[in-house]
């Protein structure tokens, strides 16, 4: 069990730019899911997936942020266009389906900064 | 947005002390977990409760579930100043994995 890997664990960049991030989640997990939490607050929903599948996907997400995992694997969130707003970090979770309820893993983020 | 609330918001004790922290919460939930976070870190799982279920032990954890009330509370026994943290329950509903997050509590132990 080597855990969900995020990269990069951080970026900076200028308003108005797009940004990608990356999550591999553990390997035998076929949910994924992001999160995104600002400063002094708990996470909030974002997305999930169930292999290649995008689920379930929040309000909150706006059409300039996108997610994909395309063969069920590793997954990426990209946000076009950032705004000051957008400065958070973005975690990724994976879990496996099972018997009952199952745990989420998280990485430890990406902590996105607009300048 | 977060589903509910956590109380306290910030806690300071001493080594060896009990830090208790409590959660309520909207709606009718499937489970309830709680969540470990160590600063600049991801979440860490700590323990999960389900709907039927109304109290549940870990080691030095113990975690109580009241659903009439949607209120849940995490009790963490003779701690130490690893478990320096925030605190986070997370509810889930029934037909969704996705968690709602509380908007935490702060434990500072004091060694």
């Known amino acids: 069990d080597t855990g969900v890997s995020q990269d990069p664990r951080h970026k900076i960049t200028k308003r108005g730019q797009n940004v990608t991030f990356r999550c591999d989640p553990i390997?035998?997990?076929?949910?994924l899911y992001w999160y995104r939490q600002t400063l002094g607050q708990g996470p909030e929903f974002l997305t999930y997936?169930?292999?290649?599948?995008?689920?379930?996907k929040s309000r909150l997400l706006s059409d300039r942020f996108s997610a994909e995992r395309p063969k069920g694997s590793f997954s990426t969130l990209e946000i076009q266009r950032t705004e000051q707003g957008d400065s958070a970090m973005y975690l990724c979770?994976?879990?496996?389906?099972?018997?009952?309820?199952?745990?989420?893993?998280f990485g430890d983020g990406t902590r996105l900064s607009i300048l | 947005s977060q589903q509910g609330e956590e109380d306290p918001q910030a806690l300071s004790i001493q080594e060896g002390e009990n830090a208790t922290m409590n959660c309520s919460y909207k709606?009718?939930?499937?489970?309830l977990q709680w969540y470990r976070q160590n600063s600049g870190r991801g979440l860490v799982h700590l323990i999960l409760?389900?709907?039927?279920?109304r109290e549940k032990h870990s080691g030095r954890l113990r975690v109580t579930l009241d659903t009439s009330k949607k209120s849940s509370s995490l009790l963490i026994t003779a701690s130490r100043a690893a478990d320096t943290a925030s605190y986070f329950c997370?509810?889930?509903?029934?037909?969704?994995?996705?968690?709602?997050f509380g908007t935490g509590t702060r434990l500072q132990v004091f060694p």
């Open positions: 979770a994976s879990s496996q389906t099972g018997t009952g309820v199952q745990p989420q893993h």
């Open positions: 997370a509810t889930a509903r029934i037909n969704t994995d996705k968690l709602i």
């Open positions: 997936f169930q292999n290649e599948a995008q689920l379930e």
């Open positions: 709606t009718s939930i499937n489970n």
């Open positions: 390997s035998e997990h076929n949910r």
């Open positions: 409760i389900r709907s039927n279920e």
